[in-house]
Each structure stands twice: as C-alpha cells, then as structure tokens.
C-alpha cells in the first residue's frame, strides 16, 4: 500500500530520526511513504489572519498533488500536520479562500478540498490498526514508563483537526501500549510548551517546558515521546532531564529495526 507523503523542511535537517525511522516503520508493516515531488515548505505557522492567502499556497499545492496521485496525504511532523489540514479544512468551508486560491494558483483543475490529510499516527490506529502493529511487534518495551506529549497543534482545534479528544487524548497511549510499553497518564501532556515563544519570553518557555517534564516525571516516566520537532528541541533544551525522543524512534525499536538502548 502507498500513501503520499509530505516530510517538511525539519524532517530534512534537524529532524532527521523522525522521518528516517518513520519511513523504515511504515516499509516494515507493509506501507511505502511516497515523497510528494517539488514539495514546497508548508509555512510552519498557520496564520491567525483569516485574508492571508499567500502563506497557505504550498499546503494547497501539495493537496492538489495529492489529488491528482489519487493517495491520501500523509504527515509527520505536527507543525506540518496542523497547516495542511487546516488548510485543507479552509478550503472546503471557506468558499472565497477556496476561490481565492485557485484563482491565484490557477490550476488545470481546480482544488475543492478532495484530499484525505492523515497524521502517521492515524494510519498506525485507523488503517493499519494498533492490535495488529502488537502482532508485529519483535522487541516489546516491556518496562519501560513512557508519557505521550501531544503539545498544542495535534489537538486543536478540534473541528478542523479532527484528531482525537482534544483534552482527553488516546491515541499515543495506545500507541505505547501496542509496542509493549506503559503508558503514563500526567495533567500537562495535551498543554502547550512554549516552544513559540522562545524568542520573545525565554524565561516562559523554560517554565512551560519544565512544567511538563516535572509533571511527568512526577507520576514515573521515564521517557516522553513527541511527533513535534519545535515541542523536542524546546524540551531537551529547557525542560530538564527526562529524555525526550521521537515515537518513531520507539516504534522503530519494537519492530526490531533500531537497536534499543541498555
């Protein structure tokens, strides 16, 4: 089975092991992740203005192409995720960006919002299904104390998303226990970061960034995983000492495809 894969310009650079174990997992449980051609950066922030067209195109594009290769479109990473499908939700509800944008782009036929955008998540729990990646599974974490950081751009919102509960999530705790480990349930892991703020206010990310790994640390994991390369930087670097990884690194390693740390 192929899906059409959109990576991001991170996934090219500093977040290279969530995209390199990501494919090698997909091709071990049978699915190819086709790169989309002359993808363009998605823009990484989707913008609050509701008239801002221009920022928005290349997620459009790479909708059209998916369309027209007659796949669904896969992400990775959450900043990607969060832009095209909010895009993609635009462009179905929002008849003067829909309008807008292809009279702009003015393609050989226009895009009405026809593509399928799936997180990589959703093709491990709703395509290939966690019962059956637990089949697949050849070195369970068996012991290991994980927590499921969502952050921000998965989650919400929650109409256009359309990812899990918004502030009840599952998804990545069933992730985590389909590949043997347990999941650790703790208050901060659908809250914010604040890897965006960064810049402006570094003493508020560091705070929201140490809130989250003490919190979960506090009710016993040992490891967080994340989709969001801005959410791992910001919390390796202000956060504290709880190791946080990609979960295609973890998946990677149940399957036997990665070796696992001692």
């Given amino acids: 089975m192929t899906y059409s894969y959109f990576p991001g310009c991170t996934l090219k650079t500093r977040g290279k092991d969530l995209d390199t174990w990501g494919r090698a997992s997909m091709e071990a ?46 992400t990775l990473c959450s900043a990607c995720h969060h832009v095209i499908k909010r895009t993609n939700y635009d462009i179905r509800h929002d008849a003067l960006f829909r309008d807008r944008a292809n009279n702009y782009m003015a393609p050989d036929t226009a895009y009405q919002g026809e593509a399928q ?17 637990a089949k697949k599974v050849v070195k369970p974490l068996t012991g290991r104390k994980i927590g499921a950081y969502y952050g921000c751009l998965l989650l919400r919102p929650s109409k256009a998303m359309a990812f899990d509960d918004p502030e009840n999530p599952t998804i990545l705790e069933d992730f985590i226990q389909a590949i043997g480990a347990q999941p650790v349930f703790y208050a901060q892991r659908n809250e914010c970061c604040g890897g965006y703020v960064t810049l402006e206010d570094p003493s508020l990310s560091q705070a929201r960034a140490g809130a989250v790994l003490h919190n979960a640390a506090a009710q016993g994991a040992d490891t967080l995983i994340t989709a969001c390369p801005l959410c791992l930087y910001n ?28």
């Fill in 29 to 74: 449980l049978g699915i190819h992740l086709e790169e989309l051609p002359q993808w363009q950066c998605c823009g990484a922030v989707y913008p609050l203005a509701k008239d801002e067209i221009g920022s928005r195109l290349s997620a459009v594009r790479a909708l059209a192409a998916a369309r027209d290769l007659g796949t669904p479109l896969v």
């Fill in 117 to 133: 955008v799936l997180h990589y998540l959703e093709v491990l729990r709703d395509h290939v299904g966690f019962d059956t990646l």
């Fill in 235 to 262: 919390l390796q670097k202000n956060g504290g000492k709880l190791p946080v990884v990609y979960f295609t690194e973890l998946l990677a390693e149940a399957l036997g495809l990665k070796e696992v740390p001692v």
